[in-house]
């Protein structure tokens, strides 16, 4: 890593119950991508599907 | 699959797969399991399915998730700039206040698109094309429903299924350091997890050769965790034991995601 300065993926809260996550966020590099996840709570609908949901997709993929 | 299916000369005509994905019980923590159907068509014979389905079981994403090949390296840095590394993870635990809450049933399903295939001017395949990717779970008041797309293109219209693996794992860090940590409301708003992929691994060539013949090949990865305050407010302890229990990183330690699989051939 002491040699790469960009990050290739980057997370990060949006508010309490949800993470944007961009996919390819080297200047360099092919996306950027962008994802909103969602944490289960009691007090509101999510609004992106759970993370493990975002890697079980890309498994598909 | 598809790749390796070229590859082999394997007629592989079309390809589908589902996925249903329940919670796990896990000591002090919350898993996550999946069982997956594979569904092929195409005149394809018993040795084709056997190489297709071990395929699917060692693809790069299927091995983070399944086979512990993740080596993770963890860097914690502060917003007072401090740093430190937080490899490897202790084995014990010490106790935190929050809760993680449980994954939520659902499904995944996910459908090739045949007409993204690119092909050179040979007529060689270039690229294997893209798949949408159907998401269903419980919501709070509603079924939750959501599509992506995924695959491999020339122009990257869409991300690779490894990248976008590790964004599951990048929010499911960040979703579960946000609800373990003891973080005042602003300053959760300071948490993020960053990931350096370390280059080589051979490509997506390499890759497919490894899920043909059901080779586990080791990939590393440095993860930078963020976090607001200092060192004495949020210790690196709580990040470990946080980080330990957080559902995808427990996969990519210890594999053990999927449930049950199963590929079926319709001709």
Redesign the interface.
Known sequence: ?AE?IH???????VG?ES?L?V??AAPDA??P?S?I??????????V?????????????? | MVGVAYRGNIALEDIKVDFEVEPVELPNAIGFGVRELVTLKGRISEPERVRLERASRYCPVGQALTKGSMEIEDEIRWSNGEVASASPLPESLPPLDGALPTVPTGSVHGRYLLDTKEYDDEGRMEHEGEAKISIQCQNLTRTGRWTILGGHSSEGWVPPPFPLGHAGWAASTVSTLSRLLPLGTEDADGLSVELYMAAGGGGRGQSQSNAAEGVVARRGVTRRIIVPGTPSATPIEAVQAALQRDPITLAYLNGGVLLNDEVMVES
């Not at chain 1, 990050?7 to 809260?13: E, G, K, M, S, Y």
């Not at chain 1, 992106?48 to 993929?61: H, K, N, R, T």
């Open positions: 890593m790469q990050p290739n993926i980057v997370a990060r809260t309490k993470v996550t996919v390819g092919r996306g991508w994802f996840t969602g944490i289960p709570n009691p007090g509101f609908d999510m992106g599907p759970p993370p493990q949901y975002l890697s079980v997709a890309a498994w598909a993929a």
